[in-house]
Nanobody, 119 residues
């Protein structure tokens, strides 16, 4: 089991920045990948950025060059630095932790944090 607690969402004007944080209840070294997903009203949840335990990152094309995922292993925390925010970035952002064991995959989710970008 992994509990995830997100923070850092809020209201920001277009072009502004926010940093999201996600604290995990267990060591990041025991988690295969952590990442951020988002869901806008009326849309499906989509990948924003992920980071594997070895440090490999993956970004959605829509956020490349604007968002950066990073982690602090000592704090079991993953961050999402969001710069150059656009109104279309408005969504609930969810933290995800993925654990792979004995051929099975387990996904854990935070409760989400709202990000609203005004034009």
């Amino acid at each position: 089991q992994v509990q995830l607690v997100e923070s850092g969402g809020g209201l920001v004007q277009a072009g502004g920045s926010l940093r999201l944080s996600c604290a995990a209840s267990r060591s990041a070294f025991s988690i295969n990948a952590m990442g951020w997903y988002r869901q806008a009203p009326g849309k499906q949840r989509e990948l924003v950025a992920t980071m594997r335990s070895g440090g490999t990152t993956n970004y959605a094309d829509s956020v490349k060059g604007r968002f950066t995922i990073s982690r602090d292993n000592a704090k079991n925390t993953v961050y999402l630095q969001m710069n150059g925010l656009k109104p279309e970035d408005t969504a609930v952002y969810y933290c995800n932790a993925r654990i792979q064991a004995m051929g099975l995959q387990y996904d854990y989710w935070g409760r989400g944090t709202q990000v609203t970008v005004s034009s």
